[in-house]
């Protein structure tokens, strides 16, 4: 199963409304999380099974999306939110393969 | 609280091999499957493989089967992953993640929820 990100790069700014878009080659339900990354640091989870919210994640992050459409907003941009987004699939267990990522920079 | 502490960094040469490992603290080794995860410098995250640490069941990405053996000692509550004939597209950083499971109405969903801080393992002659 592949899957591709979009857009590839982003730049915003403070206080905007963000939107990460990831389409999978086929169905995979409802069994994808996303992550976030920043330089030099490990993965942080922030969302599974397509739009529950991770325990400690801030509210302005929220999924959506199931099949092969899903989508990841930042409701308004915080300092600390400029990193790299991969999204996952988790519908083939467990052979999980993530997407090419999105980076969010400041404009 | 839950951790999982990688092995330092490597430097190896083309055909050789390493071994990376994962202790885990903070919870029941046994009743988590392990996975890990690598990327190469600007690339994705690409999944390696998959450990059941309870009963020891892998499965390997074909990407790296024939290359790639993961075992755990329960013992130790590590888990290690070890590649072998490594090349230079080897040089990546290599992360261990625990796989966490819920169940929401009839389904189960997956979902990596801790990571290790990662390991480079750069090959070069």
């Known amino acids: 199963i592949q899957l591709t990100q979009s857009p590839s790069s982003l730049s915003a700014s403070v206080g905007d409304r963000v939107t990460i878009t990831c389409r999978a080659s086929q169905g995979i339900s409802s069994y994808l999380a996303w992550y976030q990354q920043k330089p030099g640091k490990a993965p942080k989870l922030l969302i599974y099974a397509a739009s529950t919210l991770q325990s400690g994640v801030p509210s302005r992050f929220s999924g959506s999306g199931s099949g092969t459409d899903f989508t990841l907003t930042i409701s308004s941009l915080q300092p600390e939110d400029f990193a790299t987004y991969y999204c996952q699939q988790l519908n083939s267990y467990p052979s999980y393969t993530f997407g090419q990522g999105t980076k969010l920079e400041i404009k | 609280q839950v951790q999982l502490v990688q092995s330092g960094a490597e430097v190896k040469k083309p055909g050789a091999s390493v071994k990376v490992s994962c202790k885990a603290s903070g919870y029941t080794f046994t009743s988590y499957a392990m996975h890990w995860v690598r990327q190469a410098p600007g690339q994705r995250l690409e999944w390696m493989g998959w450990?059941?640490?309870?009963?020891?069941?892998?499965k390997y990405s074909q990407k790296f089967q024939g290359r790639v053996t993961i075992t755990r000692d329960t013992s130790a509550s590590t888990a290690y992953m070890e590649l072998s004939s490594l090349r230079s597209e080897d040089t990546a950083v290599y992360y261990c993640?625990?796989?966490?499971?819920?169940?929401?109405?009839?389904?189960?969903?997956?979902?990596?929820?801790?990571w290790g801080k990662g390991t480079t393992v750069t090959v070069s002659s």
């Open positions: 450990i059941n640490a309870g009963n020891g069941n892998t």
């Open positions: 993640a625990r796989e966490a499971t819920i169940s929401i109405g009839f389904d189960y969903y997956y979902y990596m929820d801790v």
